[in-house]
């Protein structure tokens, strides 16, 4: 998994951004975390105006790896561009 990615689910409705936890434990341990996302006007094939962020979930590589590849397996898909803007 590349340090940003995104997914957006089939119906364009719901999206995930993976990304790289900026803030370390205090042990040096790395994380993911994982952004969930809607847009009532569906999502575009890039950036979105109109997007409501729900929540941010911190979790392992390992976790964020499974997650990745169930949805991807299910009704996600990858998107290769960013799909709302970000800080």
């Known amino acids: 998994m590349k340090k940003e990615s ?3 689910k089939n119906d364009r ?9 900026k803030f370390p434990d205090k042990d040096g341990t790395t994380y993911m975390r994982v952004h969930y996302a809607s847009c009532e006007y569906r999502f575009l094939y890039g950036i979105t ?4 962020l729900h929540e941010s979930e911190k979790m392992t590589y ?3 790896r499974e997650l990745w590849k169930s ?17």
């Open 49 to 52: 105006p109109h997007v409501h």
């Open 6 to 8: 995104w997914l957006v």
């Open 71 to 87: 949805s991807v397996e299910t009704e996600w898909e990858i998107s290769e561009k960013p799909l709302w803007l970000t800080v």
């Open 62 to 64: 390992k976790t964020a």
């Open 13 to 21: 409705l719901w999206a995930m951004r993976f990304f790289e936890d």
